[in-house]
């Protein structure tokens, strides 16, 4: 049962008074799961993708621009100031900049084009690029990471860049665990697994954790049965058209520059760093 002082609206409204300014949708979502004001009835953590959807329902209530919300009565002036303080505004793109993001974005989320992960060992190129990844059924996924992805209407949960090598960063790393992907750490908290303490103790690198090697095939495992990959070899701008992309389909298991970032797999995340930076 929910035992709310309040309805999710009423703690946005209640937040943005106290703040006195426009906030993101990440730093609202991180608010109220701090403060409590509002819960919901699986105790699962409010999510930036919900406040996107309840700030958009009570637009006599909310003033959106971008991932900003702000009360009616609110400026965005302030927020904007310091947004443009911290990175300048990138230049506008030219049609053709913007024709060639549309066709490479295609050809990447082009569902005809991917494979299953465990038979792309001998595919995946030496050379730089853009790789996708989306798993076959959203129920393979542990009960509060499902009902988000359905949420979202699609089945991509991961996007990311290769700067020097496809299969160095996007098969090795990622998908084998053969170094310090990103998305092998995310899949792996996601799925429940731990990494052992104390391991990162010694370390220079306080934060790429590694699991066991017995967890570590037992991932590798569930990523080979569950999910699908697709990738397109570019050696240009792969920083922005990654940002792009994740702009434009927000997968579920990209934090930076996404922002339906789930809170849920930051705290997972972070939990998987403490452990193995714990001495004790």
Not at 27 to 44: F, L, P, Q, V
Not at 153 to 178: C, D, P, V, W
Not at 208 to 224: H, L, M, V
């Amino acid at each position: 049962m929910e035992n709310n002082i309040m309805t999710l609206h009423e703690a946005i409204v209640k937040l943005l008074k106290e703040k006195g300014r426009a906030m993101t949708l990440s730093e609202i979502a991180d608010a109220i799961n701090i403060n409590k004001w509002y819960t919901k009835r699986d105790s699962s953590l409010i999510t930036p993708f919900q406040i996107h959807g309840r700030t958009l329902n009570y637009s006599h209530l909310f003033r959106r621009q971008g991932s900003l919300v702000a009360l009616i009565d609110q400026s965005f002036e302030g927020v904007e100031r310091q947004i443009r303080t911290k990175k300048p505004p990138p230049k506008k793109a030219t049609s053709k900049a913007v024709t060639s993001f549309t066709s490479l974005a295609n050809k990447l989320m082009d569902k005809s084009n991917f494979k299953s992960a465990g038979k792309v060992d001998s595919e995946v190129p030496e050379n730089p690029g853009l790789y996708c990844i989306r798993i076959k059924s959203p129920s393979a996924l542990p009960e509060v990471f499902e009902k988000e992805l359905r949420q979202r209407e699609h089945n991509i949960i991961y996007i990311g860049k290769a700067s020097r090598s496809l299969n160095r960063r996007f098969l090795n790393q990622e998908l084998r665990a053969r170094g310090h992907g990103t998305f092998f750490r995310s899949i792996g908290c996601v799925l429940g697994y731990k990494p052992p303490k104390g391991s990162l103790v010694n370390k220079k690198n306080k934060n790429n954790f590694k699991f066991r090697p017995e967890d570590e095939i037992k991932i590798i495992r569930w990523i080979n049965e569950n999910l699908i990959v697709n990738w397109i070899e570019y050696d240009r701008e792969v920083i922005a058209i990654e940002s792009g992309l994740i702009l434009r389909y927000k997968p579920l298991l990209n934090l930076d520059g996404n922002p339906y970032a789930l809170v849920r797999l930051r705290t997972l995340r972070s939990v998987c760093k403490q452990i193995a930076n714990s001495e004790n």
